[in-house]
């Protein structure tokens, strides 16, 4: 059964760093768009970033986080630095079984999600 597993997540400080990353299984995944996203309590899951022929990130974040992925591992990571407390969120890492040049920033365009990590920047 084809998963992805977050991990990374933790406790920092306002302008520390964390590096996420999301293993998946399967052989799909160098096929795939893979997205970050994050949720905040009582308020929708959002886009933070993805890959697939190119890189795309939520304003909020550019500058800040960077993708990276190793598709030899099935795994793709969400650096994060110059975190913020409103940076704190379980974040979810997302599959999409294509690539392209577009990336898909709504939580309908992908098929397959992992449990999410928490991260949460104290200020």
């Known amino acids: 059964q084809v998963q992805l597993v977050e991990s990374g997540g933790g406790l920092v400080q306002a302008g520390g760093s964390l590096r996420l990353s999301c293993s998946g299984s399967g052989s799909t995944f160098s096929r795939s768009t893979m997205g970050w996203f994050r949720q905040s309590p009582g308020k929708e899951r959002s886009f933070v970033g993805a890959s697939g022929f190119t890189t795309a990130y939520a304003d909020s974040v550019k500058g800040r986080f960077g993708i990276s992925r190793d598709n030899a591992k099935n795994t793709v990571y969400l650096q994060m630095n110059n975190l913020k407390p409103e940076d704190t969120a379980l974040y979810y890492c997302?599959?999409?079984?294509?690539?392209?040049?577009?990336?898909?920033?709504?939580?309908?365009?992908?098929?397959?999600w992992g449990q999410g990590t928490q991260v949460t920047v104290s200020s």
């Open positions: 997302a599959q999409k079984r294509s690539v392209g040049w577009y990336i898909p920033r709504d939580v309908s365009g992908y098929e397959l």
